[in-house]
Every structure is written in C-alpha cells, then in structure tokens.
C-alpha cells in the first residue's frame, strides 16, 4: 500500500507496509541511513526523528501515524536555525565518542532548544533522560546543549 510522507520538506512516496516502522522505512525505503537502529523498542533513543517538531522514537512509529505530518531527520536537522546550533557545538565541544547515539541526542537536543530556548540543568537531563550513551558523554552533551542555548540566534 503506498503512503505518503513529507521527510525533510520533501514529499515522498513509499510502497509498504502502512504497520512498517518509520525507522525502516527511512533506513530501507528512502535510502536514509543517518537514524539508527538501537533498542527497537523506543527505550535509547538512537532512532530519534522529528514529527511536527517534536521528538520521537521512529523505531515504534508506524508510517500510517505519520502520513500527513512533517518528519525531519539527521540529514536535515542543521538545515534548521536550532538544529545548526546544536551540530555546531556538537563539533566544537567534541562530543561524540562512538558516535552511535549521537544522531538521535542531536534530533532530542534540538527538539529541547526549539521548545525551550534556555533550559536549566534539571530541564536538560530530563528532556535528554530518553537518550542513553554508552560512552556516558552526557556531561559534554549537556555542555554542547547549553552552548546551542547561549548562541546568538540559537532560536531563531
């Protein structure tokens, strides 16, 4: 059954399963590897995509949920004034270690800031608690997520 999707501004039209995850569908369909595979049951977060802006879990998303809404993914995420922010002090911060996770903390970071440009410390891990590292970045993640919040235009 073919549905249709607006992924990164971008209409597109998938063939399957309307129960298919949107994780897959991303992964396997459309060619998009940057969401990862991590738990499969919306536990760790590495899956993390935006739908209409907020934060998900596409491994436990079914495609016939999202028709209709807009889903942003890594490949987009620095496309988006907030989403810049966050990659860039991603890379200045040096944050990632294996980098597994870190496509879905930056989609949850990003999501954070758009929603609440200047969290506290408390607001940071609880929006971030979803998202688990295996490396334990998490002070550096807090770090890089608090420089996002204190650039220029961060929420523009």
Known sequence: MATTLSINGETREVDTDPRKPLLWVL????????????????LCGACT????????????????????????TIEHVATLPVGRKVSEAWTELDVPQCGYCQAGQIMSATALLSAKPSPSDEEIDQAMSGNICRCATYLRIRAAIKKAAASEGASA
């Open 49 to 72: 995509v935006h739908v209409d802006g907020k934060a998900v879990r596409s491994c436990t998303t079914p495609i016939s949920t999202v028709a209709g809404k807009q889903v942003t």
């Open 27 to 42: 992964r396997e369909d459309l060619d998009m590897p940057g969401t990862k595979f991590g738990c499969g049951m919306a």
